[in-house]
């Protein structure tokens, strides 16, 4: 297994999932802020206002990354820092933090993953005019992400566009904010997509025209769809849900065309997006120089009757982290019905531990579109306990993570150029459906859903053992 010299290990973040300060230094509310508020009043689940508290500990969290032998981090930029209102003049305070923070990864020999957009639109505009909901956020994005990219373009090589458009289109309630009286509108889903798309070939644009050595990817939330059985109709089902929840995204980046077959299925059940003349023809601008792929779990599908009692349904979510407690399974009858997949084990929040599908998900994308890949999201969401001693003994994280970077050696020596690992997380942080008692952090944060204490950082077990597998350039994964 040979990860080549020039490989880039890390860890990834979310700007609203990690900084806090949430309405300091001028930073606007972002609509994170306002669906974690509802989710702390229903849930219990931590607001964003806090969370890790890296606004103010940015320095001991990069500190920490160095020790670990970090070479690349993946992190967002917060619109609502930059602009307050989502347009306009930009904050000063939090275009220095990002300087700040990019310096700082620069001493330390830490090349930056800058992703432009990270689910947290500016609270403004979803008050102004409904957010992804309507058009015109395509034409705020384009301003907010020209500013990015000249500001911190010296400094930074790697960009990723739209964190996981597959994942907003099937959560999209906790990925966006939707009002009410919008939520059983499914067309809706496939339309932000749309405008998505539009962003995300604007950004990549940019990257090209102000950056000359940028490289520039989306970063999408991927798992592959094995079929549940052999049978025919389990295969075909399995091609089906490939079609729409893979394919969909993957060939608008690579080839500028929507998936035929998806959008045929979209078509006939009214869910298709709006297209605009001229719309194609920019998403197909908009290449792309390689995918960043943010891999958990494996998806498993059946075949589904055409059965007009059933309804079509998105993907469940498990609130608790009882195993088993997923409220439903993605459903199109006639199409396909994802489920379980007996073969494989899950995590307490019921997502299946599946290493041999990061190697089968490299080699499978590398051989459809033939673009470089990198990990840019991937690990294991788990109660953590701390001990009386203050340590923290992970070693389900470490098998985890084990398991799945052999995986990526494993495509590698089969021939896909993998560019860089960033597991989630570098530090333990808000989950986006769970509050922060489900950890992935190399780093643990001394904080409880209700109380975020000092945010005290303690070295897990896991960091020590990441730290070897960096300084032995994944050789040493024991
Ligand atoms: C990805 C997101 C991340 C992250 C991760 C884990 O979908 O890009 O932001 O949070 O999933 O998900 P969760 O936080 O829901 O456990």
């Known amino acids: 297994m040979a990860f080549p010299k020039t490989f880039l290990w890390g860890a990834s973040t979310s700007a609203y999932q990690v900084e806090g300060a949430a309405t300091e230094d001028g930073k606007g509310l972002s609509q994170q802020d306002i669906i974690n508020q509802e989710n702390f009043t229903k849930r219990g689940f931590a607001t964003a206002e806090v969370t890790s508290d890296h606004y103010h500990h940015y320095e001991e969290d990069v500190k920490l990354m160095a020790e670990m032998g970090f070479t690349t981090y993946r992190f967002s930029i917060s619109w609502s820092r930059l602009f ?65 990219i000249k500001e911190y373009g010296s400094d930074v090589i790697y960009w990723t566009t739209i964190n996981e458009q597959s994942i907003i289109v099937q959560y999209w309630t906790q990925k966006c904010y939707i009002p009410d009286k919008y939520q059983s509108q499914d067309q809706l889903r496939f339309q932000i997509n749309h405008y998505m798309n539009l962003a995300h070939a604007i950004a990549c644009n940019l990257v090209h025209d102000l950056v000359p050595e940028g490289k520039v990817g989306a970063a999408i939330g991927y798992a592959p769809i ?56 920019l998403i197909k601008s908009g290449t792309s120089d390689f995918l960043a792929l943010n891999y958990y779990a494996s998806e498993c599908a059946k075949a589904c009757p055409d059965d007009s009692k059933m309804s079509i349904q998105f993907s469940g979510v498990n609130w608790s982290g009882k195993k088993g407690a997923i409220s439903g399974y993605e459903t199109h009858p006639g199409y396909f019905q994802l489920c379980k997949n007996p073969s494989l084990d899950t995590t307490d929040w019921d997502w299946a531990i599946d290493p041999d599908g990061m190697e089968y998900l490299l080699r499978d994308i590398y051989t459809r579109y033939n673009k470089p890949l990198m990990i840019t999201e991937n690990g294991i969401g788990a109660f953590d306990t701390l001990t009386t001693d203050r340590r923290i003994h992970d070693n389900y994280r470490i098998d985890y993570l084990r398991e799945h970077i052999r995986a990526v050696g494993q495509a590698i020596d089969a021939g896909v150029p993998v560019l860089a690992y960033c597991p989630w997380s570098a530090i333990d942080l808000l989950s986006t459906s769970n509050g922060v008692k489900k950890r992935y952090g190399f780093i643990y944060v001394d904080r409880t859903d209700s109380d975020p204490r000092q945010a005290e950082r303690i070295r897990k077990d896991s960091f020590y053992w990441y730290q070897k597998v960096i300084s032995s350039n994944g050789t040493d994964l024991n």
Do not use: C
């Open 84 to 148: 307050p209102e989502g347009v306009g003049e930009p904050n000063a305070a939090g275009v220095a933090f990002y300087h700040r923070l990019i310096d700082a990864l620069k001493a330390n020999g830490i090349e930056p993953i800058v992703t432009l957009y990270h689910y947290d639109l500016p609270w403004a505009l979803v008050e102004k005019y409904g957010g992804w909901l309507n058009r015109q956020v395509v034409t705020d994005f384009e301003a907010y992400a020209r500013f990015v």
């Open 226 to 281: 094995y079929p549940l059985t052999s049978a025919p109709a389990d295969q075909l089902a399995a091609l089906n849900a490939n079609d729409l929840r893979n394919w969909y995204y993957l060939d608008i980046y690579f080839k500028g065309i929507y998936n035929e077959g998806a959008l045929r299925y979209l078509k006939t059940h009214g869910l298709a997006p709006d297209i605009t003349p001229g719309d194609m023809a």
